[in-house]
């Protein structure tokens, strides 16, 4: 399955990059002594965001101007680059020993700049506020093989799944009492596909990543240094959706499926569940009213009682020139007032702990919305990010077709993760 935030406005998307190439970057494994940020917070501090300007200017207007107004004799000039490009930018921009102050970044992205440097340990330099963030939002700024933090939590987003009452109803299955984990899902996705005559898929998507995270197996080495996913509780995973597959309980398409054409499939109500957002919600019900009206909202399923956290943060440049403006920064733009705020403005939420207990994010209104909102806010709270950073888009694209493999019978499952864990290692040595 896969998770709705891939669906959101494109500039809130976690966009995946594979690895920056770095030259000439400074120290490698962390910034040594350029993670001191004592001293007076002055200066002019650049700061970088990703594709936020064009709707949230004013918003961003009114950040910077409160942190100028508490810091007298700090001055915050805001770049905002294009989606398109990004990671590439980033790579320029570390090469040539341009990087703005303050950089906003997917895990991922960090990933090579603390390699290589230029990422500031914020557990080192800043961790006195350690305290103030949810710690899974915390712990997903550490970089395996690596101590530290290596940038403040920012936004965060997760999916709830919608799931058609009615198709469930039809299929014997309880509505009222949907899967929750991976083997009630497994056998009412045969149970569907049997009582409607290969009809009616369960699932239109492959595993990913996240769902071998969900299912409880193991993805990297204790180290952080080689994947794992083909342990045995991996095979077991795959082995069912090879089932899944082979006995109609996961649509036709679902090798090709991305996550348009898979809610298509649930909206056309050839599907029985898929990830959704507010915005699923709001079009179900001007476009399917039929649907919507069978519509429930339940957590992603998992068998680990964590749901998928998506995280962005703000990394502070480890060889900026005005290093405790930047710090002051990051964090002023990252507390609790600013990100409930910015939550306030889209759906995301916030990493700061105690935010997600606001009514905002636990009292229905009787809005798509907020039913939404108020879902995904409660499976926030202890959620985790399941994607290693270190997996790159090349290396999705190896598990992807490893699972494709499996599924249409060209390998067992285990020849097939056991391939696609070599070659992903293979790619994680060679860069």
């Keep these: ?38 001293g007076k917070v002055e200066g002019q501090v650049t700061f970088q965001t990703w594709n936020l300007k064009a709707r949230f200017q004013k ?84 970089m395996p093989g690596m101590p530290g933090v290596y940038a403040f939590p920012w936004y965060l987003n997760t999916g709830p799944v919608f799931y058609n009452k009615d198709l469930f109803r039809k299929a014997g299955l309880d509505p009222a009492k949907p899967p929750t984990t991976y083997d009630r899902l497994f056998a009412d996705a045969l149970t569907m596909a049997r009582n409607s005559d290969r009809k009616i898929a369960m699932l239109a998507g492959t595993p990913s990543i996240e769902d071998f995270g969900r299912y409880g197996v193991r993805l990297m080495d204790v180290r952080g240094t080689a994947f794992t996913f083909n342990e045995p509780k991996g095979v077991q995973l795959l082995t069912h959706y090879q089932e899944l597959y082979a006995d ?35 079009n179900f019900r001007r476009d399917a009213p039929g649907l919507y009206r069978n519509i429930g909202i339940i957590d992603a399923v998992n068998n680990t009682g964590k749901a998928n956290m998506y995280v962005q943060g703000l990394m502070v440049n480890a060889q ?4 405790p403006a930047a710090v002051a920064f990051a964090h002023f733009a990252t507390d609790q007032r600013n990100q409930m705020a910015f939550a306030k403005q889209v759906t ?53 077709n490893a699972v494709a ?7 067992t499952p285990k020849a097939a993760l056991d391939s696609a864990v070599a070659e992903c290692n293979r790619l994680l040595k060679t860069g």
């Design 1 to 38: 399955m896969r998770c709705h935030s891939r669906r959101i406005p494109a500039a809130l998307a976690v966009l995946a990059a594979s690895a920056l190439l770095l030259s000439g970057c400074g120290a490698p494994d962390g910034g040594g002594d350029s993670d001191s940020a004592a």
């Design 248 to 282: 109609g309980a996961l649509d036709p398409q679902a090798l090709t499926a991305v996550a348009e054409s898979a809610g298509r499939k649930f909206e056309q109500q050839s599907v029985a569940m898929n990830p959704g957002s507010a915005l699923d919600l709001e």
């Design 405 to 411: 493999r499996a599924l249409q019978g060209k390998q």
């Design 320 to 323: 900026s020139k005005v290093k």
């Design 59 to 142: 918003y961003f207007d009114g950040v910077i101007a409160e942190f100028e107004k508490k810091y007298p004799g700090t001055e915050v000039k805001w770049v905002d680059q294009p989606a398109e490009g990004y990671p590439q930018k980033l790579s320029a921009d570390a090469a040539a020993g341009t990087l703005p102050d303050v950089v906003n970044v997917s895990p991922d992205l960090a990933y090579p700049l603390a390699k290589a440097g230029l990422a500031l340990d914020i557990g080192k330099a800043a961790g006195k506020y350690r305290g103030e963030y949810l710690d899974g939002a915390w712990k997903s700024q550490e």
């Design 348 to 400: 995301v939420f916030p990493s700061t702990k105690g935010a997600l207990d606001d009514p905002y994010f636990t009292k229905e209104d009787g809005t798509d919305a907020t039913r939404v909102r108020v879902a995904a806010a409660k499976s926030l709270k202890n959620a985790v990010n399941y994607t290693p950073v270190l997996l790159s888009d090349q290396m999705k694209t190896v598990l992807r």
